[in-house]
């Protein structure tokens, strides 16, 4: 069996106003390089639980376990700064809407992450412009947020969650506010740099065909896990397959 | 993106709207009732108000005990014209401090506004509510302002003119002027409110939707740069003027000067700073540096509206500073009386325009942060420290802050470089003062920054669904 990457025992998690808690009890274990699909109605804890295992949102009790490259960190009991800088060294997110600086080019959004792990600004953007060359926006590393459709932006968003090199994608909604043939382009974007790497992706989403692609869907009611099962049909092929050349961003050997 | 995301709050309006005539002032009661962290945003403008007419009433009073005194006394005939000098150089920042508070009462609704056109609400419908609430905070804002006028007026008292402290009661406008002032606070917002909304009606989706940062042509820089070259090698040859025309000659070439310069500097203003934050950019190395040069160059003349308000003052405390500072020293020619009150005077006019600068970006940023709560949030989710956060917004002002100072004070030295540079060696104490005073001044502003800080501490503690 692959070992884990991330394990969350038991945990709990109640809003303030809220008469039911958001989780109940949830355990979960994810395996180094699989995809997980998160489903559930709405409100049904999605988002919640995509956040406890991130070390966004703390939790009331249990914990989240990340077996990282330099071993074993119990995120649930770190303070709120080693969470941040764990998100920000180990961890990459997508979100609905990428929430991405509309100041910055593509290419300077991208390396954010880089800059902000400590290297020098011109190998930070050679990296992100890799990046982004690999994901199909060669050439659109100068232009603005504003300047790019959802779907580019939102490959500009993977990018930047990919570019540190990353362990675990989070990605909530990726493709919720895409129309359905762009949302197949950025699933494929997502998939391919992540697990079409050995990398590990967890993703929330509305979206049955989103879901069908990864290895396993979790669905979610009322904070708890009903049902933890691969897709029906095939075994997923975690994405298609990419020409050698557009993904070796990050075995570049120059940095 | 950030414009989308509607208010928690919003949903349950359309039952309300389709419920036959909606009350207008129901809705805008709802829609202004501070939930939790978003009682900023009701907070904030009226703060704004507040501190808008408390300066205001507060420079009226000082103006009309120097009218009052000028009259009084043939000799301290000057003091009405050199306080009206003053006010008029108070104009600029005050009246963008004003629009700051105006602009953030109507702009924190737009999301909101944008989501009800999008449910149906009509044009004039969505122009009531706005106009109603920003007219309500106003009021508030004003009266509060009038408190605090009262309140501070016994430190205000305590500054020296005519050799003694002026005394509280020398600053009191009077019931009607405080009257007038309040109402015409309110108006000039439910106007600008008014105003400020076509936008978000003629279009109800995403207000801030700019592909492109715009840019400024560099000819602008050379015809600016070449006309204050005429005026500096016309103020080098001053005396010619005087030659031909006499001594009302020689004034009057002066004023034209002082006219143009100032001219000169609010059409260069946005120009440079951006030139600068270009510069910045390139040179950028961190991520803070990086997002605070993006963020100036994206709209220069925003931030010119904000921190332009200081660039006046300084070039007039340079001239004058100068020109006093050998006053002193040469004593004699005029009273020493006169001399100390018109250093005060100078002092006052640059502390209170960095005073209302300041008071503008604190508003400012926190209606910025209001605004783009969902890219706050996302960025902190993402691991990036606060600490950068905190960075890139200090840098964003402080850069564009520190070019309009440094390039008044270069074009007002310029304008008396002979004068400064005798100042420099003869009264050293004076030109000290005048770097101290912008040394505080700039502190002033980076204290206005700080104030906003708490805004994004709540942001982030309370992050709503995005
Ligand atoms: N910040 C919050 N404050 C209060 N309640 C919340 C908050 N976030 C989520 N909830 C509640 O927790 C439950 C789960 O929400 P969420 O995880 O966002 O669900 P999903 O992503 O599946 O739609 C819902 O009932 C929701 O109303
Ligand atoms: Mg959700």
């Not at chain 2, 961190?286 to 993006?294: C, F, P």
């Not at chain 2, 030109?431 to 912008?438: A, C, D, P, Q, Y």
């Amino acid at each position: 069996m692959t070992p884990s990457i991330l394990t969350a025992h038991r945990l709990l998690k109640s809003y303030d106003r809220a008469p039911a808690p958001a989780l109940d009890e949830v355990s979960i274990q994810v395996a180094a390089g699989e995809s997980v699909a998160i489903m559930g109605p709405s409100g049904s804890g999605k988002t919640t639980l995509l956040h406890a295992l991130a070390g966004i949102v703390p939790v009331d009790a249990g914990q989240v376990t990340f077996h990282g490259p330099t071993g074993a960190v119990e995120v649930s009991s770190l303070s709120e700064s080693r969470r941040s800088a764990l998100r920000r060294d180990h961890f990459g997110f997508v979100f609905q809407q990428g929430l991405l600086i509309p100041e910055l080019t593509a290419v300077e959004n991208v390396s954010l992450p880089l800059l902000l792990a400590g290297y020098r600004r011109q190998d930070a953007e050679s990296r992100a412009a890799s990046w982004l060359d690999a994901l199909g926006l060669a050439g659109m590393g100068g232009r603005r947020i504003g300047e790019l459709s959802g779907g580019q932006a939102q490959r500009v968003a993977i990018a930047r969650a990919q570019v540190t090199g990353a362990s675990i994608v989070f990605a909530d909604e990726p493709t919720g506010a895409l129309d359905s043939a762009t949302s197949v382009e950025v699933l494929d974007a997502l998939l391919g740099s992540t697990v079409g790497q050995g990398r590990t992706l967890v993703v929330v989403t509305h979206d049955e065909d989103v879901a069908a692609r990864c290895a396993r869907i979790v669905r979610l009611r009322d904070g708890r896990i009903r049902d933890d099962s691969a897709p029906r049909g095939a075994a997923a092929t975690g994405g298609p397959r990419f020409a050698g050349a557009g993904w070796s961003a990050d075995e570049d050997g120059s940095l | 993106m950030t414009a989308t995301t509607p208010a928690p709050s919003v949903p349950d309006i359309p039952a309300r709207l389709h419920r036959g005539r909606p009350r207008i002032a129901a809705i805008a009661w709802r829609l202004s009732r501070p939930g939790g962290q978003s009682a900023a945003a009701v907070v904030l403008p009226v703060v704004a108000f507040a501190i808008t007419t408390a300066l205001l009433l507060t420079v009226l009073g000082g103006t009309m005990m120097f009218v009052r005194t000028g009259l009084g006394d043939p000799d301290l005939a000057v003091y009405p014209i050199l306080a009206g000098f003053a006010v008029a150089l108070l104009v600029v920042p005050l009246v963008s401090l004003g629009g700051s508070a105006a602009r953030l009462s109507a702009r924190r609704r737009d999301d909101r506004l944008a989501t009800l056109r999008l449910i149906g609400a009509t044009p004039a419908q969505v122009a009531r509510i706005t106009v109603l609430e920003a007219t309500a905070f106003a009021l508030a804002g004003a009266l509060v302002g009038a408190v605090l006028y009262l309140a501070a007026t016994p430190a205000v008292g305590l500054v020296r003119f005519f050799g003694e402290p002026i005394g509280a009661g020398s600053l009191w406008v009077g019931l009607g002027p405080l009257g007038l002032v309040v109402a015409g606070v309110v108006l000039v917002a439910a106007a600008s409110a008014a105003l400020g909304l076509r936008s978000v009606v003629i279009s109800p989706l995403g207000v801030r939707t700019k592909a492109s940062a715009p840019r400024m042509h560099w000819l602008r820089a050379v015809v600016a740069v070449a006309v204050v070259a005429v005026v500096v090698v016309g103020m080098q040859n001053l005396t010619l003027f005087g030659q031909f025309g006499g001594m009302l000659m020689m004034v009057a070439a002066m004023l034209v000067a002082f006219a143009v310069v100032l001219a000169v500097l609010g059409l260069l203003g946005p120009w440079l700073i951006g030139v600068v934050a270009r510069a910045q950019l390139r040179r950028a190395r961190t991520a803070s540096a990086l997002i605070a040069a993006r963020t100036v160059l994206e709209s220069p003349k925003a931030l010119w509206r904000q921190v332009g308000g200081v660039a006046m003052a300084c070039f007039v405390a340079v001239v004058a500073g100068s020109g006093l500072a050998l006053a002193g020293v040469a004593g004699g020619e005029m009273e020493a009386e006169l001399v100390e009150d018109m250093h005060t005077g100078v002092w006052i006019t640059l502390v209170m325009s960095f005073l209302m600068v300041a008071c503008s970006v604190g508003v400012n940023q926190a209606a910025q942060i209001l605004d783009r709560r969902d890219l706050y949030v996302g960025l902190d989710r993402l691991g990036t420290p606060r600490s950068v956060m905190e960075a890139a917004r200090v840098r964003g002002i402080v850069g564009p802050l520190l070019t309009v100072v440094v390039s008044a004070v270069i074009a007002g030295g310029l304008l008396v470089l002979p004068l400064l540079g005798i100042a420099i060696v003869v009264a050293p104490a004076t030109i000290l003062t005048l770097l101290l005073v912008f040394a505080v001044g700039v502190g002033l502003v980076v204290a206005g920054l700080v104030a906003s800080r708490p805004v994004l501490s709540a942001v982030l503690a309370a992050p709503e669904r995005v």
